[in-house]
């Protein structure tokens, strides 16, 4: 197949990035399973932006820097905040739908460790409504083609430049070729055991990027969600934290608070630390976790959560009545392939946008709600680098910035299981990590070899990153070195293939 742009991938960035390609040339659409199976159609929450009249996106740049505990990139923090009220706005101008006040003004949440109401939801179904509004646009943009059932799961390189991806389409191996080629294939949650994300994200973007030369990093920090059902034959559903922005509490088994004793900010801290005091006072009581709304309005519940609710009540479970047990579960990835503020890879021809891709924006933890907005904004921006200057090379001053190596891998290729990948995944590179552990992963899922399943090519890269990381950050804890050291790894790591 021949287009002139190539989008592998179907959520908020790479529809918005076709958005942004409209007149530009012929799009080819690449998604893997049906165009709503993605991380975009499962956000529960929100998205974030400064559109409120008591906020500015100078208050959304100081939350955001400070939940991602010292390293993001405040030039990809500053785009996000400053773009993102223009492009949500747009976006309600092409017919996304959120809550509204009585008044008709829009109805803003709270969540985790933002200091003012900025999220914007649609109850609890936000990205579907966003997709949908998305897909019914690019729908009306000629030139653009969808090949559903699309599985990449490799991209072609010549003379050292992308010149589109390998996928595989109802059983055929199917070539597809163009000027240029964005990779927007959401995350890798998948690679563990306990996770929220569907059963699409199995990290292919970042390993087919990686595996052609492409520099990955910040792979090491990994979101796992504090509140994900927990009930035994039940999916892991997630369990938005807007739950907990509209005042539902964690309780332990004798219903008692506790996020007091972990963190000053109790219950709305950063999600990693109410993800590891969820785990340690489990492990403190001998008991369940449970996030209980019973003091809430039920009407209000059953109305602000309907999703949620009908989750809850498949497992037998009343949202406004009953105490519902929680666990984390892996959620989001704050790494993926290097890109600047344009989108562009290390490697030339190669776009990367939304959660595969790492601008810094989110540095060691992203801020909740965060992630629709990344993928809406930086979407726009790669959409419009295909469009404009295809051939221009990533900015040099973003690898600039690196802790660089070339990762070598030695010993004997390990034929690991994909489910045995994802259990060793969530027991050693989980929320509490060790050497020893990372080490045991690393022995487990051997050395790269082709034709292995992208779960165990970005569980080793995950791994490995956080066996170089010798401290606790955000999302990555080390139960060795269980202190944030700024002298030492106030730095990003990066890597490509050796």
Known sequence: MQADFLIVGSGIAALRAAASLEGAGDVLVLTKAGPHAGNTDYAQGGIAAAVGPDDTPDLHFADTMAAGDGLCDARAVRVLVDEGPRYVRQLIDWGAVFDRAADGTLELGLEAAHGRRRVLHARDATGRGIGRAL????????????????????????DGRCAGAVFVQDDRIVSARARCTLVATGGAGQVFSETTNPAVATGDGIAIAWRAGAAVADLEFVQFH???????????????????????????????????????????????????????????????IYLTLAHLDAAFVHRRFPLIAAACRRAGLDLAADRIPVGPAAHYLMGGVVTDLAGRTTLP?????????????????????????????????AGEAMRGAPGTPIDPAVVAGFD???????????????DEARAVMWQHAGLFRTEAGLQDVLGRLGAARAGEPSVVTVGRLIASAALRRQESRGGHFRLDYPERNDSRWKRRLMETVG
């Open 226 to 288: 504090p509140t994900a059902l927990k009930v035994p034959g039940q999916p892991r559903f997630l369990l938005s934290e807007a739950l907990r922005g509209e005042g539902a509490r964690l309780v332990n088994a004798a219903g008692e608070p506790f996020m007091d004793r972990y963190d000053p900010a109790g219950d709305l801290a950063p999600r990693d630390r109410v993800a590891r005091g969820i785990v340690r006072e489990a492990q403190r009581t001998g008991g369940e």
């Open 135 to 158: 897909w019914e646009h690019v729908a009306r943009i000629a030139g653009v083609r969808v090949q559903e059932q699309a599985r990449a799961v490799s991209l072609i390189v010549e």
């Open 404 to 418: 660089a190596r070339q990762e070598q891998y030695r010993g004997e290729p390990s034929a690991i299981a994909e």
């Open 349 to 381: 021809g190669l776009f990367a946008a939304g959660e595969v891709a790492c601008t810094g924006v989110h540095g060691a933890n992203r801020l909740a709600s965060n992630s629709l907005l990344e993928g809406l904004v930086f979407g726009a921006r």
